[in-house]
């Protein structure tokens, strides 16, 4: 008797599994919608369709969720990407993008969290050049400095540093600005501050300052025509003169 009855209840057992697998690999339960949310600023509607038309397989219930998301995080300025299902039709993808912060040199962008991706850009972004894992040390750097420069009006545009980790930085492609090892964010709002009542009263433009004194900073002047009028060389043209460094207390 009781044979019987483990028989039957097997047999219920394996009837109730063949209906679900049905049931569940059923064309009946197809994904109707997909909702795509996001700030996109760069993935276009074209690379999302495709990523739906061709990498997306199965029902409702059999969609593999985690091959769903990297299929979307293969594009190129997606960063990170959640999917949810919503019974009883539609799949929910929140995508977030990278934000492009930098250059890494002439091999890839950096985002904000000093993250490498590979993606286009046409965008005038200041260049990171430094050792393989300073990534994200020289993004917060950067983001740092450009708060610390603006009351010169001018921004980083370049910023090295060597396997020494010595930082040196370009500002607006023109002025060379050698900070060095030691408290490099420190000493560069030193310089900010003493700048009103030091070199800003010379009203004379700068083509490299040397941050690494401890209680002052050196400067080299470009080239420059001295003021006297007719002064000409033998070719007739002004005499220029290259002024030697000065230095200023900080």
Do not use: C
Request: charge should be positive; charged fraction near 30%.
């Amino acid at each position: 008797m009781w044979i019987a009855n483990l028989l039957t209840g097997l047999a219920m057992l394996l009837l109730f599994y063949s209906l679900l697998f049905l049931a569940v690999h059923s064309p009946l339960f197809p994904v109707k919608r997909i909702k795509v949310d996001g700030e996109l600023r760069h993935t276009t509607r074209e690379q999302l369709q495709y990523v739906i038309k061709n990498e997306l397989k199965g029902t409702f219930f059999t969609l593999d969720l985690n091959k769903t998301r990297q299929d979307f995080e293969k594009l190129p300025w997606v960063r990170r990407v959640e999917v949810r299902r919503r019974w009883p039709d539609r799949l929910e993808v929140n995508i977030e993008e990278h934000r492009a912060i930098a250059r890494w040199g002439s091999s890839a962008l950096l985002n904000q969290y000093g993250e490498q991706f590979d993606a286009a850009s046409n965008e005038a972004l200041p260049v990171l050049e430094g050792p393989e894992g300073a990534e994200r040390v020289m993004v917060e750097g950067l983001l740092r400095l450009n708060e610390i420069t603006q009351p010169l009006g001018k921004k980083p545009t370049q910023i090295w540093l060597s396997e020494r980790r010595a930082w040196r930085m370009e500002l607006d492609k023109q002025l060379m600005i050698e900070v060095g090892r030691d408290e490099p964010i420190e000493r560069v709002e030193r310089f900010v501050k003493a700048y009103p009542n030091s070199l800003a009263l010379l009203q004379q433009s700068f083509e490299y300052i040397d941050l690494r004194y401890p209680n002052g900073f050196a400067v080299r002047l470009p080239d420059y025509v001295p003021l006297e009028p007719g002064k000409l060389d033998a070719q007739g043209k002004p005499v220029v003169v290259k002024p030697k460094a000065v230095k200023a207390s900080a």
